[in-house]
């Protein structure tokens, strides 16, 4: 089994920062790409930022310029540093990571973590 646990979450003014990581830990041979999802009240998830095992990134057109996700391989940890944060960032952000095991090394599976509340008051 793998298991994703993420810290970083809080309350935070406008224009703030925060910085949420998520390590995995468990039965890992291998970790593809990983990300960040967010699902708001009344919404549905969403992707936020992702990274694959080389280090490309991609990010939501809503928080470019303003998140950074990046990753150490060596740790199974995946960052996203949030800075000028708005209230319509007010979610739960999910950690996500496509995750090959010792048994099936060649086979990817997907893994989340339980979330964090980020909320951002006005």
């Known amino acids: 089994q793998v298991q994703l646990v993420e810290s970083g979450g809080g309350l935070v003014q406008a224009g703030g920062s925060l910085r949420l990581s998520c390590a995995a830990s468990g039965n890992i041979f291998s970790i593809n790409a990983m990300g960040w999802y967010r699902q708001a009240p009344g919404k549905q998830r969403e992707l936020v930022a992702a990274?694959?095992?080389?280090?490309?990134?991609n990010y939501v057109d809503s928080v470019k310029g303003r998140f950074t996700i990046s990753r150490d391989n060596a740790k199974n940890t995946v960052f996203l540093q949030m800075i000028s944060l708005k209230p319509e960032d007010t979610a739960v952000y999910y950690c996500?990571?496509?995750?090959?095991?010792?048994?099936?090394?060649?086979?990817?599976?997907?893994?989340w973590g339980q979330g964090t509340q980020v909320t951002v008051s006005s």
């Open positions: 990274i694959t095992s080389g280090g490309r990134t």
């Open positions: 996500n990571a496509e995750v090959s095991s010792f048994y099936s090394k060649s086979y990817y599976l997907d893994y």
